[in-house]
């Protein structure tokens, strides 16, 4: 029973126009634990039993509060699905998640990993390496990137169909990003899989999302860009942090000129409001040295 109200709760997020994907994960999950009991109703007990086993403090939480959702919907209709309390595994601590902002030499050293990947001699390595460069060049979604489709490669660039917002847009490609995606195909074509998608795997179809995170932590802690399991570390949604960084290092520090990066850089990156864009922004020495550079003259003339 629970597996069909599972069923129709994931229809209706998707009707609503959510993607629903990690939590549809997470759900299956719980769902699977408590049928192995043989609970046909969301027991607030096996709720906590099952968040528990989650590895880190913050995985529990959100394992508690996806399944409270899902209880919360199913009991308006039957009142013998409990809902546990949102607060039974602690508060989470409103604080932001510093992102990591990756170092040339750990990007080429994540996709130097990715390209020892097994089977050697297969298009599984080579996939892999062009994904987390492609990440690292564009700033684009890993959603985004898995969802492209051959004809998305155009002469002007990659066309992004499937974005967070519902919007299309053009990303123009530096010609080193272009020439990878080149030598990428050349390995593509040989593998004569009928599936449209650009980035696909041995089997011959797109990577799962879960696939593509669980092979990236592999690779971040066999190059110690991570510990182990549970325990915080960068994590590839940070390449697109570290693109618009990066980015915005380049541009001359100017007011006007910086003003209108910005603004192309939000839309370079799918983002609804320019606002959006600041939330990828972090510290580091090169932004600061600019942002110290621009006080003195700043200064300077207000003196003169």
């Not at 096996?46 to 199913?74: D, G, K, Y």
């Not at 922004?281 to 550079?293: E, K, S, V, Y």
């Amino acid at each position: 029973m629970l597996s069909q109200d599972l069923a129709r709760y994931v229809e209706l997020q998707h009707k609503l126009g959510f993607r629903f994907r990690v939590q549809n994960t997470l759900l299956k999950s719980f769902v699977a634990f408590a049928e192995r009991h043989d609970d046909r109703h969301v027991q607030a007990a096996r709720v906590l039993e099952w968040a528990r086993l989650a590895p880190s403090p913050q995985q529990r939480r959100n394992r508690l509060l996806t399944v409270r959702r899902f209880a919360l919907a199913l009991s308006a209709e039957d009142r013998r699905h409990e809902i546990p309390p949102a607060d039974a595994l602690g508060h989470s601590p409103l604080e932001r998640r510093i992102p990591h902002i990756y170092s040339a030499d750990e990007i080429a050293a994540l996709m130097q990993a990715a390209a020892r990947l097994k089977p050697t001699g297969s298009i599984r390595p080579l996939m892999y390496e062009t994904l987390f460069g492609l990440i690292a060049a564009t700033g684009m979604r890993i959603s985004e990137a898995l969802s492209l489709q051959l004809d998305d490669l155009t002469a002007d660039g990659l066309i992004i169909r499937q974005t967070k917002f519902h919007k299309s847009r053009l990303l123009p490609l530096h010609a080193t990003t272009r020439d990878a995606l080149d030598q990428y195909l050349v390995a593509r074509r040989r593998l004569g899989t009928l599936n449209s998608a650009l980035l696909v795997s041995a089997a011959g179809a797109s990577p799962a999302y879960s696939t593509v995170i669980a092979n990236f932590l592999q690779l971040a802690r066999s190059i110690g860009l991570r510990g182990g399991p549970g325990q915080p570390g960068p994590c590839i949604h940070d390449l697109r942090h570290t693109f618009a960084v990066r980015s915005l290092e380049q541009c001359r520090h100017d007011r006007d000129v910086v003003g209108r990066h910005i603004a192309a850089l939000s839309t370079y990156l799918g983002h609804a409001h320019v606002t959006d864009t600041y939330w990828y922004l972090q510290a580091t020495p090169i932004l600061m040295r600019q942002i110290a550079a621009a006080g003195e003259a700043l200064h300077q003339g207000a003196v003169s």
